[in-house]
């Protein structure tokens, strides 16, 4: 038995066998070959692989996103079979005696810059597709990244790092635990592993990577960040029971369900969920939250090869409130930017990506892209209760800009008798220091502030929440952190605003009472932590 270490993300046990997830980006070799047929066979054999693969999701995102969503791996089936496509990979390999390998990522260099040169915006954005298909037929070729994927059984997922993009694109369904050798714990990967209530263990370290191997069986411990390669039976055995306590509190915690989140002397909080797709709905009704508090709409945008049009938006939104069926339900406007990077978007490389070009940033500069986005929301407001918030704000004249394109797309709806809901709170994100020292301008400007302790603390601080070398500095605690929280709880309620946090600080239940005497009126957290949060909530007497 081996044993390694690193951070615990989310705290759960998970036993089973290891599936290495190696990315696709890590540079094709070129290898010289002297069977060039062979090697055409190979490619060949790769690409009706993906084929089905392809035939496979199309069938799966039909019966989970629709038609119109789905369409997109019609697409790509149909570019697997393109002559130009199959014969540039062919004669690389016959010309140049090179590996499939080799000649399907030439062609798709050679391909993408091609797309991308074309002056129409529906031919620029196959670059990405062409770029997308390549990876599937290169993983099939060595059976990693997708291929990886493709077993039927539940895996523990082990990598040099993952990005929220390839995070979101793992089949939850197979994925038992995550185990990173690198990774900060307040990346958005952390983050969606608590979403999706993985176990997860992040900053393991290179020595982890060289030593397991593929189907290596392990137990992977989320509470205590530690990880037994081909564990023995005493091991197993006291993880065994570790799994089961945890999985019997969890259920114990399941008599919460329906309770009011009330103090004991009778202060009531509201507690939502964040969640970053429609597929969190069932764990947020199953947590019985109140409402979602943070919907995090970029995953929609690095779920996709391309925009997502105003149309895949508004089922989307529609689908959510629907599910929410009333309960409230705050759709963040894309945060993409910073580690949350989709190529189509073609942004530049940044020398501080988290200080660059990226949320409102986007949107205020981009305005074709924002009002497709606020259409789709508006649209979809009058299916449930919407609040509508902008993260990364500030300055006053953010917020104007936001609000002022705001008005002129409900303008343009009222114009064509689209309707739209006449009670959609606007809230913006406190998540810099410099909106928490304005908060008193801001707050007579908007419904509510959902204060973001990730970045807070990042900006705050001055640490890079991706860096995992600094992460004993990046403290969430700092007095300085909570007296911004403070301002704005006061700032808020001094002009009829109301407050919340949604960054992972409002899971910490040592915090919780902290937050409650400050005045927080909500907490938004990820599904799983519900419960655990109205435990604490019902054990704290204020009138101490
Ligand atoms: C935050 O910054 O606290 C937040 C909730 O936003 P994100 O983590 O998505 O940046
Ligand atoms: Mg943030």
């Known amino acids: ?21 190696r990315k696709n980006d890590a540079a094709v070799q070129r290898v010289r070959v002297e ?124 990598a040099d790092d993952l990005a929220p ?24 990967t952390a983050i969606l592993a608590r979403n999706m209530n993985i176990p997860a263990v992040i900053g393991v370290g290179d020595d982890f990577l060289s030593a397991v191997n593929e189907g290596n069986e392990a137990i992977v411990d989320g509470f205590t960040g530690e990880i037994f390669i081909s564990p023995d039976e005493e091991t197993r055995a006291r993880l065994l029971k570790k799994q ?34 429609i597929d969190n709905i069932g764990a947020v009704l199953l947590n019985d939250a109140d409402g979602v508090g943070l919907f995090r709409s970029e995953f929609l945008y690095l779920e996709n090869s391309d925009y997502p049009t105003e149309e895949q938006q508004f089922s989307a939104y529609k689908r959510v409130l629907e599910s929410m069926a009333g309960k409230k339900v705050i759709i963040r406007t894309l945060d993409i930017g910073a ?30 892209l924002f009002t497709t986005q606020l259409r789709a929301l508006f649209r979809a407001s009058v299916f449930g209760n919407l609040g509508i918030m902008f993260p990364m704000i500030t300055s006053v004249s953010e917020v104007q800009q936001a609000l002022q394109m705001c008005e002129q797309v409900k303008n343009e709806l009222k114009a064509d008798s689209i309707e739209y809901s006449d009670k ?47 992460e004993q500095f990046c403290d969430a605690h700092h007095e300085a952190v909570l007296r911004f929280i403070e301002m704005s709880a006061q700032n808020a309620h001094k002009n009829g605003a109301w407050i919340g946090i949604c960054g992972e600080l409002a899971a910490d239940t040592t915090l919780t009472e902290t937050f409650l005497r400050m005045g927080i009126d909500e907490l938004s957290v990820s599904p799983s932590f519900v419960l655990p949060l109205r435990d604490a909530v019902r054990k704290i007497d204020l009138s101490k």
């Open 1 to 21: 038995m081996t044993r390694y270490v690193g951070k615990g993300v989310y705290g759960a046990v998970a036993i089973g066998r290891i599936s290495m997830f």
């Open 35 to 158: 069977d060039t047929k062979e090697e055409i066979s190979r490619f060949e054999a790769a690409k009706s692989a993906a084929s089905q693969q392809l035939c496979e999701i199309y069938e799966k995102a039909l019966k989970e996103v629709g038609e119109t969503n789905a369409a997109i791996f019609e697409i790509h089936q149909m570019m697997l079979e393109d002559e130009d496509y199959n014969e540039s990979v062919c004669n690389i390999i016959e010309n140049q005696q090179v590996n499939a390998e080799y000649a399907v990522a030439v062609t798709a260099d050679n391909f993408s810059e091609m797309f991308s040169a074309m002056d129409d915006a529906y031919m620029q954005a196959r670059a990405a597709d062409v770029r997308d298909i390549s990876n599937r037929v290169i993983a099939n070729l060595s059976g990693t990244g997708f291929a990886a994927q493709n077993s039927d059984d539940r895996m523990i997922i082990c």
């Open 165 to 188: 993009s390839e995070t979101v694109s793992l089949d939850k369904d197979k994925v038992l635990a995550f185990v990173t050798a690198h990774g900060s714990s307040n990346s958005h």
């Open 244 to 277: 089961r306590d945890d999985l019997n509190k969890k259920r114990l915690l399941q008599e919460l369900k329906g309770k009011e989140n009330i103090t004991l002397d009778g202060t009531r909080i509201k507690i939502y969920t964040n969640i970053g797709s």
């Open 339 to 368: 580690d949350k990077q989709v190529d189509y978007f073609g942004l530049k490389k940044e020398a501080n990506p988290a200080l660059g070009y990226r949320a409102i940033r986007i949107c205020l500069t981009r305005p074709d």
């Open 424 to 470: 959609i709170e606007i809230g913006i994100m406190i998540e810099t220091p410099a909106a928490a020292m304005i908060s008193d301008k801001l707050a007579p400007m908007v419904d509510f502030f959902s204060v973001g302790t990730n970045d807070l603390t990042q900006y705050t601080l001055a640490c890079d929440r991706q860096n995992p070398e600094i």
